[in-house]
């Protein structure tokens, strides 16, 4: 079975600061991977993902992560936040052969300062 | 498009009461998940619908746990008797599928129904 770890709980940072939320997982097989945030009193909501293809993969506002198999990690990174990124980020698995449900890691609460 | 719909958003009870959730997926979705969110903890499947089948409740407690989505549409989450570790965070999640079974399917949550047990 696959497995998530985000080693840090929360991540306080300043405003304009680069940040990277790590995230690594375990799994026998090939994996689907990605990133939801979910901001206060709202639902979780995709952020990006990697299915197959390049490795480094961006969202809309800014965020990017890089697949890296042999490191078995999905780091997302940011060069710069905004007091509006601050929210929880959760990495999450699935396999990408069978049926296979999506695993969630921990979360990583982002709090940016100004 | 509206979003998945769930209520209560909020809800106290004692232990050993009863309590249910309601979920509204996207129109169209045909695959309705339930994850509970313990504090500090990552959404943990609790069950998953296709249609008004289920195709995964190996995790949902069936001994209180109970899930239902008679036309493949919305769906109710019960629990009956409530335990005080069953306080958390109720999401339903719906998707359109990008296979019968993938792994990378895309969902979209509701906000959630927060669950005290007293």
């Known amino acids: 079975a696959q497995s998530v770890t985000q080693l840090d709980s929360q991540v306080p940072v300043f405003e304009e600061a680069p940040v990277e939320l790590r995230c690594n997982y375990s799994?026998?097989?090939?994996?689907?991977l990605f990133w939801y945030v979910q901001y206060p009193n709202q639902g979780l909501q995709l952020l990006l993902k990697?299915?197959?293809?390049?490795?480094l993969v961006e969202s809309i506002n800014g965020f990017e992560a890089e697949f890296n198999k042999s490191q078995t990690s999905f780091h997302l990174r940011k060069p710069s936040v905004h007091i509006s990124d601050t929210a929880e980020y959760f990495c999450?698995?699935?396999?990408?052969?069978?049926?296979?449900?999506?695993?969630f890691g921990t979360g990583t609460r982002l709090l940016v300062s100004p | 498009e509206a979003g998945v719909a769930q209520s209560p958003r909020y809800k106290i009870i004692e232990k050993r009461q009863s309590v249910a959730f309601w979920c509204n997926p996207i129109?169209?979705?045909?695959?309705l998940y339930w994850y509970q969110q313990i504090l500090g903890q990552g959404p943990k499947l609790l069950i998953q619908?296709?249609?008004?089948?289920?195709?995964?409740d190996s995790q949902l407690p069936k001994d209180r746990f109970s899930a239902e989505r008679l036309k493949g549409v919305d769906s109710t989450l019960k629990i009956q008797p409530a335990k005080l570790e069953d306080s958390a965070v109720y999401l339903c999640?719906?998707?359109?599928?990008?296979?019968?079974?993938?792994?990378?399917?895309?969902?979209?949550f509701g906000a959630g129904s927060r669950l005290t047990v007293l």
């Open positions: 990697y299915l197959s293809g390049s490795t």
């Open positions: 129109s169209g979705h045909a695959t």
């Open positions: 999640a719906s998707s359109t599928l990008a296979g019968a079974y993938s792994g990378a399917n895309v969902l979209t």
């Open positions: 619908f296709q249609n008004n089948g289920v195709v995964d």
């Open positions: 799994s026998s097989v090939s994996v689907y």
């Open positions: 999450a698995v699935s396999m990408n052969t069978g049926f296979q449900k999506l695993v």
